[in-house]
T-cell receptor, first 114, second 112 residues
Framework: TQLLEQSPQFLSIQEGENLTVYCNSSSVFSSLQWYRQEPGEGPVLLVTVVTGGEVKKLKRLTFQFGDARKDSSLHITAAQPGDTGLYLCAGETFGSGGYQKVTFGTGTKLQVIP | DTEVTQTPKHLVMGMTNKKSLKCEQHMGHRAMYWYKQKAKKPPELMFVYSYEKLSINESVPSRFSPECPNSSLLNLHLHALQPEDSALYLC???????????FGPGTRLTVL
């Protein structure tokens, strides 16, 4: 069974602070995705990283995929209340039929206080 | 249209009821998925359909019965559920051999 452990589990910070969320696994994935989920809604894809060592920036969010494609990090600069939500990493492998087999991480619940 | 729709948004049912959840997408995706998400937990994969055929059943109890009548529709038939089956049920779809799954907003199911 592939497991993805995220840390920290909970994070409560003041507006304007920086933070980093980690996603670690002992398994290698074809790609790794980060989602944000609001309560009662489906996860919304933020980014997909594919290549080991890859770094992607999305405004104040920086995503990194580990060299061995087993781990990833999400760094948020100058957090805003709108960043509040559940952040999920998800490791992906492909089935023989071309479908994705996605394993979600344990989740990090972020609260940004104004 | 990059939307996955799910109906109903909320569902309350008794343990003897039969109900169905519906998921629809018009993006031409040939893979569709059902996930179950308990409160404060990540989504867990239940079923995967590829080309309207069941490819993965993650040892889901038979009281959950998936159906893919065509490439745009995915149903989840519910019968004799237990209170512990109460959860957010998420549908997703994707192109084959690509990295992106698109999630619907989910159906919040409560079993009394």
């Amino acid at each position: 069974t592939q497991l993805l452990e995220q840390s920290p589990q909970f994070l409560s910070i003041q507006e304007g602070e920086n933070l980093t969320v980690y996603c670690n696994s002992s398994s290698v994935f074809s790609s790794l995705q980060w989602y944000r989920q609001e309560p009662g809604e489906g996860p919304v894809l933020l980014v997909t990283v594919v290549t080991g060592g890859e770094v992607k920036k999305l405004k104040r969010l920086t995503f990194q995929f580990g060299d061995a494609r087993k781990d990833s990090s999400l760094h948020i600069t100058a957090a805003q209340p709108g960043d509040t939500g559940l952040y999920l990493c998800a490791g992906e492998t492909f089935g023989s039929g071309g479908y994705q087999k996605v394993t979600f991480g344990t989740g990090t619940k972020l609260q940004v206080i104004p | 249209d990059t939307e996955v729709t799910q109906t109903p948004k909320h569902l309350v049912m008794g343990m003897t009821n039969k109900k169905s959840l519906k998921c629809e997408q018009h993006m031409g995706h040939r893979a569709m998925y059902w996930y179950k998400q308990k409160a404060k937990k990540p989504p867990e994969l239940m079923f995967v359909y590829s080309y309207e055929k069941l490819s993965i059943n993650e040892s889901v109890p038979s009281r959950f019965s998936p159906e893919c009548p065509n490439s745009s529709l995915l149903n989840l038939h519910l019968h004799a559920l237990q209170p512990e089956d109460s959860a957010l049920y998420l549908c997703a779809s994707s192109q084959l051999n690509t990295d992106t799954q698109y999630f619907g907003p989910g159906t919040r199911l409560t079993v009394l």
